[in-house]
């Protein structure tokens, strides 16, 4: 049996292109005991994994020669292992390869149900839909009577926070590349308005649309949107850092906002997150978007590259802005 993985060739300075990344064949030995094989279906494809590649920093790194780190989804081929059975979904740190090797304590069972496997790196996934949630309902709290603006707002935590704070009452809108996708949150998704940061001015956009201010803001994105979004913030506004995209680049000259002087002038707070500091919250999370995405009411578009190979370069075009929606790479 052969597996085939994504390894770490070099360490990339600027843009994580291609070339910084190998598909290797890998032939496997015997299963060692309290392990499973897991044959990986989905592979996710996060903004967060750039960020492990730099050998220092923040949480968990990808050492050069090792296996990209990356969720996935998948069923057990193998087992060692009782009360993991052949043929079980699951779900966990499976990394960007086709066959993972790991003991079952780094795995979650996964319920069978009427949604395709991948909705539980989409919609359900711990770092999409869950990170959505707990940032909604345990942080940023967006109610009837705000102005809730979300940037990468058509990617795949962006388009399920402002579901979720649609679903809450606040007025949305939404910052994203591109009119395909401000179009598609607008359209599909019912957000109340989008903003194409390519080609308009958000500051004036925002003036437009909002203009006693911006109650909550949701930042996926860092940089020049936030400054943006932050010279706009009304009083006693929000400010939740969910991550800033635009910085993962080049994490040794991360821009800090030049406009965070409007947070006292305007009595605003700002304040970051990470979904794995809410353990307790994830499984209410899971259930209610289980129940929103069974019964239909709530979307998150999936965009699949099919085969191992594409990794390095799904991941390439996330950064450029490419995927709507959750984007995965289908590994067998
Ligand atoms: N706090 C947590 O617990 C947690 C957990 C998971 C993820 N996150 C964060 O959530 C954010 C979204 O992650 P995701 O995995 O769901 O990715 P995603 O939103 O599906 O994809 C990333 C999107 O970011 C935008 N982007 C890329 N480079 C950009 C740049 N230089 N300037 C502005 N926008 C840029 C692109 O959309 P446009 O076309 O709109 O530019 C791209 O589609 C990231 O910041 C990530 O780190 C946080």
Same mark, same amino acid.
């Given at each position: 049996? $052969?597996?085939?993985?994504?390894? &770490?060739?070099?360490?990339? $300075? ?5 070339? #910084?990344? $190998?598909?290797?064949?890998?032939? %496997?030995?015997? %299963? ?8 990986? *279906?989905?592979?996710? +494809? ?22 990209? %780190? ?7 081929? *193998? ?25 079952? /304590?780094?795995?979650?069972?996964? *319920? *069978? ?10 919609? &359900? ?15 940023? =709290? ?42 598609? &949150? ?11 940061? =390519? ?7 925002? =003036? ?8 909550? @803001? @949701? ?22 850092? #969910?991550?800033? +995209? ?26 970051? @997150?990470?979904?794995?500091? @809410?353990? /307790? ?8 978007? =289980? ?11 999936? /965009? ?8 390095? /370069? ?9 995927? &709507? ?8």
């Amino acid at each position: 049996m $052969e597996n085939r993985r994504v390894i &770490l060739k070099k360490r990339p $300075e600027g843009e994580a292109t291609p070339d #910084c990344f $190998e598909v290797q064949t890998q032939a %496997l030995d015997e %299963l060692p005991p309290g392990h499973v094989r897991v044959s990986v *279906e989905y592979i996710s +494809v996060d903004a967060g994994t750039r960020t492990m590649l730099r050998g220092e920093g923040f949480h968990m790194q990808v050492g050069v020669g090792q296996t990209i %780190l990356a969720g996935g989804v998948g069923r057990i081929i *193998e087992s060692s292992v009782d009360g993991w059975e052949k043929g079980q979904a699951v779900r966990g740190g499976l990394g960007a390869q086709t066959i993972a090797t790991v003991p079952p /304590e780094h795995l979650e069972k996964i *319920e *069978e149900t009427n949604l395709p496997l991948s909705a539980w790196l989409g919609v &359900l996934g711990g770092s999409t839909g869950v990170t959505a949630w707990i940032g909604i309902r345990r942080v940023a =709290k967006p109610g009837p009577g705000d102005v809730f603006v979300v940037s990468a707002a058509a990617g795949a935590v962006g388009s399920i926070a402002g579901q979720i704070a649609k679903r809450d009452g606040a007025m949305v809108i939404g910052i994203a590349g591109g009119k395909r996708k401000t179009d598609y &949150l607008v359209n599909e998704l019912g957000f109340d308005a989008a903003i194409d940061y =390519k080609n308009e001015d958000i500051g004036a956009r925002l =003036k437009e649309l909002a203009p006693d201010g911006v109650n909550v @803001f @949701f930042d996926n994105v860092g940089g020049p949107v936030l400054d943006a979004v932050l010279d706009n913030i009304a009083m006693r506004g929000r400010v939740i850092i #969910c991550g800033a +995209v635009s910085q993962y680049d080049d994490m040794d000259n991360v821009t800090g906002p030049s406009m965070y002087l409007r947070l006292a002038e305007r009595q605003a707070k700002m304040e970051g @997150f990470a979904y794995f500091h @809410f353990p /307790e919250s994830i499984p209410e999370a899971t259930q209610e978007l =289980k129940d929103w995405a069974l019964d239909g009411s709530i979307k998150m578009p999936e /965009e699949i590259r099919d085969g191992i190979e594409q990794y390095p /370069e799904a991941l390439q075009f996330m950064f450029q802005g490419g995927n &709507l929606g959750k984007l995965m790479v289908k590994a067998s």
